[in-house]
């Protein structure tokens, strides 16, 4: 059974920093990526970053390049978020995903994570 298990969601000030962590155990075989995605109180789930396990290739939201980077240790079966100058508008809950490919579209992610909450304010 998949299951994915994020944390380091919080309050932060505007300008400031957190690393979200998703820990996946039971890691199907046909995972080849890893995404985070966000969702705002009344707006839809938004892509946010995605890496694959493999490479190692990344993708970011152009919303959050240059601010946010995401990794991944596949020993841990762990992948990470570091946001950085957080803005009030990043304020959400992130969910993380494991996917059958390199995907920007949460259709092709077939597990997902309870979710973390993050406030940023101003």
Do not use: H
Request: charged residues 15%.
């Amino acid at each position: 059974q998949v299951q994915l298990v994020e944390s380091g969601g919080g309050l932060v000030q505007a300008g400031g920093s957190l690393r979200l962590s998703c820990a996946a155990s039971g890691r199907p075989s046909s995972s080849y990526a890893m995404g985070w995605f966000r969702q705002a109180p009344g707006k839809e789930r938004e892509f946010v970053a995605v890496i694959t396990w493999s490479s190692g290739t990344t993708g970011y939201a152009d919303s959050v390049k240059g601010r946010f980077t995401i990794s991944r240790d596949n020993a841990k079966n762990t992948v990470y978020l570091q946001m950085n100058s957080l803005k009030p508008e990043d304020t959400a809950v992130y969910y993380c995903a494991t996917g059958s490919r390199f995907s920007t579209t949460s259709g092709w992610y077939n597990y997902w994570g309870q979710g973390t909450q993050v406030t940023v304010s101003s």
